[in-house]
């Protein structure tokens, strides 16, 4: 799985002007941290933990020096070194099949 690079684009942006202005509404504040945690999932890793911790602690307005840097950290982390996320899909060797049956009586439980 990877991400679009639109969508990336997008993020880098709206963090950028963030910055920028050290504002970040709160109207913007879930809204960015659903976008960051969307993008994370299509990479392996943790790489936005620290921003995401940060972001969940603002409850929006003037951003502080960690939020930013911690901002500026993920941009640069997600375009350059995180890796897309690999999902196996199937295996050649065939199932285990595992039958169990359990009752339950007035004398006891068993399996």
Excluded at 75 to 88: F, L, N
Excluded at 89 to 98: K, S, T
Aim: charged share 25%; net charge positive; glycine share 10%.
């Amino acid at each position: 799985m990877l991400n679009k690079e639109g969508r990336i684009k997008k993020l880098k942006k709206q963090i950028f002007e963030i910055n920028k202005h050290k504002m970040l509404p709160p109207s913007v504040v879930a809204q960015l941290r659903g976008k960051i945690v969307f993008s994370n999932s299509q990479v392996a890793g943790r790489v936005g933990a620290v921003a995401l911790n940060l972001l969940g602690k603002h409850s929006g307005g003037r951003i502080r020096d960690d939020l930013s840097l911690a901002l500026d950290w993920w941009v640069q982390v997600v375009d350059k070194r995180a890796k897309p996320r690999t999902i196996m899909v199937g295996d050649e060797r065939p199932p285990i099949l595992i039958f169990t049956d359990g009752a339950h009586e007035e004398s006891g439980t068993g399996y």
